[in-house]
């Protein structure tokens, strides 16, 4: 990259007679060479809000016995997200490193074959949701319960496809034309969302499914690479050999999302389930943006890393995600500490006894800094040692939540034990990271 001078680099060229022309050139050129990646922001963002919008209508309208069941329900997609054996993790991978090597028939092979798998992993989502369907029938579940598992068997039929058509928008860089895909999804959500307001509990199912349904509609038009063949077990085989470290860390880093929840949900009642979804609310929106930010800057680090094949020309975006992870994450933090118990009072009072949880949360939320960094570590493949911190860290909820949960503390207990092990976590990835870019290694 050629260097600058100051007075380029603010829009004033020293000699030119007409400065703000050349300035409008510049910010022009900026905006059409980021327009992508501001499209995607924008539709990702907007996904934050109306999903975090969704959570808090059908709080409002639902009971905290009600909510809790869904929440658990919503538990059963969550520890099924490893049926795919990390096909899909190694396509997101590979498109953007051998687009980088320039090898497009390789690239089509491999879309090929993650799209069979999508349909082999739809077939057994939907075995499992009848399984789940007829357990809770024999044993006598309530109806609600019946009833709920509608959306989990879209979600465990759709997710497959929208998952591999994602994978492909994201991993071939095309943020814009997903970018207005998202603003479609978002529409029809936040229509879906006020259904709660009108049938309660059976209006939040509804609302699940929609967003399911027009997640996969918004991405099945106009995808970049489309399956064109029958795939092949060899590139099937290749594919799940990359991604399955980055599955193993996924899927655990998914059951450390869930395992506070997944505590309360073994030790104590739904209503206690309902009231941490208030915590749950707050961890998923904070997180949302470096999750945002890890989206966009994965498939570059990937094409340099195939391009250069050079560990230490990734230090740049270390330092790049770890700065906007913290300039995102520590606002967010303080501000919704500072909002959430005046708003749960006011909007949300049947869900009071969970506000100490929630700020509990806020505080906790701030280790989610690492979440960028550790996008290096899947592109570099020195999976083992993240998947081994994850799993320590998943450990510690479990054993710290579930005896502080039995010993009085309540939901309080399982964001303490989520806390400690999301800043062991976090200083282990960012150290690792750092550590890593600072090294060659081969590609």
């Not at 980088?100 to 390789?106: F, I």
């Not at 690239?107 to 082999?120: C, E, F, H, I, L």
Request: charged residues 10%; positive net charge.
């Amino acid at each position: 990259m050629e260097s600058r001078s100051l007075e380029s680099a603010i829009c004033l060229p020293p000699v030119s007679p007409s400065p703000p022309v050349e300035c409008g050139r510049d910010w022009a050129a900026l905006l059409k060479r980021f327009q992508g990646d501001i499209a995607f922001s924008l539709g990702t963002v907007l996904t934050s809000i109306v999903a975090f919008m969704g959570s808090v209508i059908a709080a409002r309208y639902l009971r905290p016995a009600e909510l809790g069941v869904m929440q658990t329900l919503m538990l059963i997609p969550t520890y099924c997200s490893f049926l795919h054996f990390g096909v899909f993790n190694g396509l997101n991978r590979n498109i953007a490193l051998f687009l980088g090597k320039g090898d497009r028939n390789k690239v089509q092979r491999m879309v090929d074959s993650s799209w069979q798998t999508a349909k082999a992993v739809a077939v057994l989502g939907f075995a499992i949701s009848a399984a789940a369907f007829v357990c809770y029938f024999l044993n006598g579940s309530p109806r609600l319960y019946l009833w709920g598992m509608t959306f989990v068997l879209l979600a465990l039929v759709a997710e497959p496809f929208s998952l591999h058509l994602e994978v492909v928008y994201l991993s071939s860089r095309s943020f814009k034309p997903l970018g207005i895909r998202l603003l479609w999804q978002n529409l029809a959500t936040f229509v879906g969302n006020f259904l709660p307001a009108v049938t309660g509990v059976l209006g939040f199912i509804g609302a699940r499914s929609v967003y399911t349904l027009s997640r996969l509609a918004v991405r099945w038009w106009g995808v970049p690479i489309r399956a064109r063949g029958p795939g092949s077990l060899v590139e099937t085989r290749e594919l799940a050999a990359t991604g399955m470290p980055l599955l193993i860390a996924g899927t655990l880093y998914a059951y450390l999302g869930a395992a506070d929840r997944s505590v309360i949900a073994c030790f104590m009642t739904p209503a206690d389930v309902g009231h941490y979804a208030l915590a749950g609310l707050v961890v998923t929106g904070i997180q949302f943006v470096p999750f945002c930010l890890a989206t966009l800057m994965y498939p570059r680090v990937a094409a340099c890393y195939g391009r250069t094949g050079s560990t230490r020309q990734l230090r740049r975006y270390f330092w790049v995600l770890l700065g906007l992870n913290v300039a995102a994450v520590l606002p967010m933090c303080l501000v919704t500490y500072l909002l959430i118990g005046p708003v749960t009072e006011h909007y949300l009072p049947a869900y009071r006894d969970g506000i100490p949880a929630a700020k509990l949360a806020c505080l906790s939320s701030l280790g989610f800094i690492y979440i960028g960094v550790a996008c290096i570590i899947a592109v570099i493949r020195r999976n083992t040692p993240y998947i081994l911190a994850i799993f320590a860290a998943l450990v510690l909820v479990w054993l710290l939540g579930g005896y502080w949960v039995q010993h009085g503390y309540g939901i309080t207990g399982a964001v303490w034990a989520r806390a400690i092990a999301t800043t062991v976590l976090c200083i282990f990835t960012i150290g690792f990271a750092y550590w890593l870019t600072g090294r060659e290694i081969a590609a």
